[in-house]
């Protein structure tokens, strides 16, 4: 019998996507299934429950993919008596995974997944999210041909899930066991107590060990609580979410309570392939990066930059907010031409952040240039084109541009922390030039250590070619395929059904 596993998630690509959740979700299903194959051992089943959000349907109507209805409508049971209409649809995944969709138009047909236009949070996505818990436990036996062996939860969206399988589901699925996978511990699912009653919580959940927080509810504390595992998506991390520093007030909690496995992400290397990617001016590879320099020229072009000989080209493809650390890049714009380099940014967030990069690039517009927004096609040009991609986060869970960017042939400049520590080895720039390291980095996460790591980066950059494309090659040669991942997860999974 093969190993039947259920994921659940508010966002998965090519479904839908607000963030780096969704690219890891997305990419985990075929990642299982080739990691049980090439292992030789059981066979595996993936099933993956999203809701069916107005972002899922705009992407069904644009695609050729068919979607079937499986006949299943109900009355999803929540607290206080009350329940919520749902029907269930089908679709196929890319690993041929079934994908499960929660049909609530009254909960998730809505322009953002989490927020409005106003970026305002939705007032019920407690509701909304224990609805996807709910009705996914109330379905999968049916829909997966008997109870799942594992229920892989991600993030505060779904923590509800563990929770729901041993206060509610346990009879019918005794033999279930959950993983709940931290992505970022800044999102917790804080909700006020009253809701606990429709959200047809227990006694039990209102334990200080358990989901109550100063009197709240926090849905990411309950659903580790509950977990019969809990990982995060890099080792550094694992370890930092148990210090005050990283742990978000959680770190005491999670010292006495929960052990944490730290399991780094992956990326599709097919789909981010600079021998392949159709999205670029030129194609190459790591045994012949020389279009990587058309790319360079085209992104120079693109952007309005006269580049010098001897400049660089610096790129930043990021969320603009708090914790990835832009205030710092921000800091140093007004720098940038004694560096010798020059900027490309491209991003949207902060409403502050964006109003102080425009006044930057319209106060040195000679030396960076800004696009407000996401443009996926565009991340990538830039991504290819950058000689450098800057990653100053104060905190980074995991993080996957810098994977995206050694793979593209850019040598990131990030802040030692989370997975960005894990990934980007700096072991000096002597042993970089010679292929021992794929970056560099700096551990305080001020303006004056981005501009330390920086500038030894220009510096090489400027006065050893050889050694920058040597550290170049050996970037774009690390394996940060989802392999190593797959096994690691189905190790996890195993280890808790034998616990």
């Known amino acids: 019998m093969p190993l039947k596993i259920a994921l659940i998630a508010s966002e998965a690509v090519p479904w839908c996507k607000s963030g780096g959740l969704a690219d890891v979700v997305g990419a985990l299903p075929r990642a299982l299934i080739e990691a049980a194959a090439e292992g030789g051992g059981d066979a595996v089943q993936v099933a993956l429950f999203l809701p069916l959000h107005r972002q899922v349907r705009e992407h069904l109507g644009r695609s050729e993919r068919s979607v079937e209805d499986t006949g299943i409508a109900l009355r999803v049971p929540m607290g206080l008596g009350c329940s919520e209409p749902v029907r269930i649809f089908r679709a196929t995944g890319d690993a041929g995974e079934s994908v499960f969709l929660i049909d609530a138009p009254h909960r998730f047909d809505r322009e953002g997944l989490y927020n409005d236009a106003e970026n305002r949070s939705f007032g019920d996505n407690g509701e909304r999210f224990a609805l996807l818990c709910r009705a996914a436990l109330e379905v999968m036996p049916h829909l997966m041909g008997g109870a799942p062996d594992i229920i892989h939860a991600h993030d505060w969206q779904a923590a509800l899930a563990p929770v729901y399988l041993e206060h509610r589901y346990r009879r019918s699925m005794p033999h279930t066991r959950s993983l709940l996978t931290i992505h970022n511990l800044a999102y917790q699912g804080l909700l006020p107590a009253s809701a606990g009653g429709y959200l047809d919580l227990d006694d039990d959940f209102f334990r200080m060990e358990r989901g109550e927080y100063y009197g709240n509810i926090n849905l990411l504390k309950g659903g580790m609580a509950y977990a019969d595992a809990v990982t995060t998506v890099s080792p550094s991390y694992a370890d930092e979410v148990r210090t005050p520093r990283f742990g978000c007030e959680l770190d005491g909690f999670i010292r006495a309570h929960v052990p944490v496995h730290g399991i780094l992400n992956g990326i599709d290397v097919e789909s981010w392939d600079p021998s392949a990617d159709p999205a670029l001016a030129a194609r190459y590879d790591a045994d012949d990066i020389r279009g990587k320099a058309t790319c360079r020229a085209a992104l120079a072009e693109a952007a309005g930059l006269q580049l010098q000989p001897g400049e660089a080209l610096l790129g930043v493809v990021s969320r603009l907010a708090g914790q990835k650390g832009l205030d710092l890049v921000a800091d140093l714009v007004p ?165």
């Open 335 to 499: 720098e940038l031409s004694g560096l010798g380099a020059r900027l490309v940014l491209l991003g949207d967030g902060d409403p502050a952040l964006e109003d102080r990069f425009r006044w930057l690039s319209n106060t040195f517009s000679q030396h960076l240039t800004i696009r407000l927004g996401f443009d996926p096609a565009l991340a990538r040009r830039l991504i290819a084109g950058s000689d450098m991609l800057l990653l100053p986060s104060r905190f980074e869970p995991c993080g996957l541009t810098q994977l995206y960017a050694m793979r593209y042939g850019t040598v990131p400049v990030v802040h030692a922390v989370g997975g960005l520590r894990d990934t980007v080895i700096d072991p000096g720039d002597a042993a970089l030039a010679r292929g021992e390291g794929t970056g560099f980095r700096f551990e305080h996460p001020t303006v004056d250590g981005l501009r330390w790591a920086l500038r030894r980066a220009l510096r090489m950059h400027r006065e050893d070619p050889a050694g920058w494309r040597t550290l170049i090659r050996t970037g774009m040669t690390q394996d940060f395929s989802w392999a190593r991942s797959a096994r690691a997860y189905l190790d996890l999974y195993r280890r808790a059904l034998a616990a």
